[in-house]
């Protein structure tokens, strides 16, 4: 049966976000990583928060969208991949190296910060919304810091391209219009943009993208665990990683600068059996 709101007048928009200096050009990506987060508001009517658009930047100033986060009002952080396909192909155990697959696509990761809980969002064939079964509780790496996820890429080609201008349409009910439209305006001045310096992908290797939470990050963090895949199922063949490496960590402030997301980019040679995998 459909909601009440559904079954209210609604008006249709078509709304822009401006990443002038970052992108060239301008297109219409509804489904964007950039544009995703804005659902929340014009479709369910909640507000996204404040929202950080994650770009990531290489030597020869090639630019792509890593996925966007939302800080919510109701204390939870959101991450929307920017990977085309957004597949859930590995939900990595790597002790056990356990291969699975969701029936849908991944649409958004969401974390719980009072519990470090955390949980899948994906988007089935049919294009509902559903949540896949809950995680285990984020894994404490060091003092006060815990891991959330990891992104397997084989190469950027599967991230989400950068425009300078980037259109996206919504259906909008007229009787809360205004209200949606003010709450637009006033999230997106107060939007940010993260960029992620990472370095040439050689052929022949892949990029590991792992995302920390660091509830102190007045602390010097040395070396990090790189969550590494080792070999099948997540690549073709096996290969020699460290278990942990000097921390090159890039951060993100969240909670007022109380906490921080660390995002740790690592290239290494390696045959993905996917083109994007999720993990942890």
Same mark, same amino acid.
């Given at each position: 049966m459909p909601s009440d709101e559904s079954r209210q007048a609604q008006t249709?928009? /078509?709304?822009?976000?401006?990443?002038?200096?970052?992108? *060239?050009?301008?297109?219409?990506?509804?489904?964007?990583?950039?544009?995703?987060?804005?659902?929340?508001?014009?479709?369910?009517?909640?507000?996204?928060?404040?929202?950080?658009?994650?770009?990531?930047?290489?030597?020869?100033?090639?630019?792509?969208? #890593?996925?966007?986060f939302c800080e919510t009002p109701g204390g939870r952080l959101l991450f929307?991949?920017?990977?085309?396909?957004? /597949? %859930?192909? $590995?939900?990595?155990?790597?002790?056990?190296?356990?291969?699975?697959?969701l029936e849908g696509v991944v649409d958004h990761i969401t974390l719980e910060r009072h519990n470090?809980?955390?949980? =899948?969002? +994906?988007? #089935?064939?049919?294009?509902?919304?559903?949540?896949?079964?809950?995680?285990?509780?984020?894994?404490?790496?060091?003092?006060?810091?815990r891991?959330?996820?990891? !992104?397997? #890429?084989?190469s950027l080609i599967s991230l989400d391209s950068v425009p300078g201008k980037l259109w996206f349409t919504a259906d909008c009910p007229v009787s809360d219009g205004k209200r949606r %439209?003010?709450?637009?305006?006033e999230r997106g001045a107060?939007?940010?943009?993260?960029?992620?310096? =990472?370095?040439?992908?050689?052929?022949?290797?892949? #990029?590991?993208? $792992?995302?920390? !939470?660091?509830?102190d990050p007045t602390q010097t963090r040395r070396t990090v665990v790189t969550f590494l895949p080792k070999g099948p199922p997540e690549l073709r063949k096996a290969i020699e990683t460290p278990q942990?490496?000097?921390? +090159? *960590?890039?951060?993100? $402030?969240?909670?007022?600068?109380?906490a921080m997301v660390k995002m740790h980019p690592i290239d290494w040679n390696g045959d993905p059996t996917v083109d994007v995998a999720f993990g942890f």
């Open positions: 249709p928009l /078509k709304l822009f976000i401006n990443l002038d200096g970052y992108g *060239l050009g301008e297109f219409e990506a509804s489904k964007s990583a950039i544009a995703r987060p804005w659902r929340r508001l014009f479709q369910d009517g909640t507000d996204p928060g404040t929202i950080s658009y994650v770009l990531i930047r290489t030597p020869n100033q090639a630019t792509h969208v #890593l996925g966007s929307f991949p920017g990977c085309k396909g957004r /597949k %859930l192909s $590995n939900r990595f155990n790597r002790e056990s190296e356990i291969s699975s697959s470090c809980g955390w949980h =899948i969002t +994906q988007v #089935l064939p049919a294009g509902e919304r559903s949540v896949a079964p809950k995680l285990t509780q984020r894994t404490e790496v060091d003092s006060r810091m891991a959330w996820f990891g !992104i397997t #890429l084989r %439209l003010r709450v637009f305006r107060a939007s940010r943009v993260c960029q992620l310096e =990472i370095p040439d992908v050689p052929r022949n290797s892949f #990029l590991q993208i $792992n995302f920390f !939470i660091d509830y942990t490496m000097a921390a +090159q *960590l890039q951060g993100l $402030n969240i909670q007022e600068g109380r």
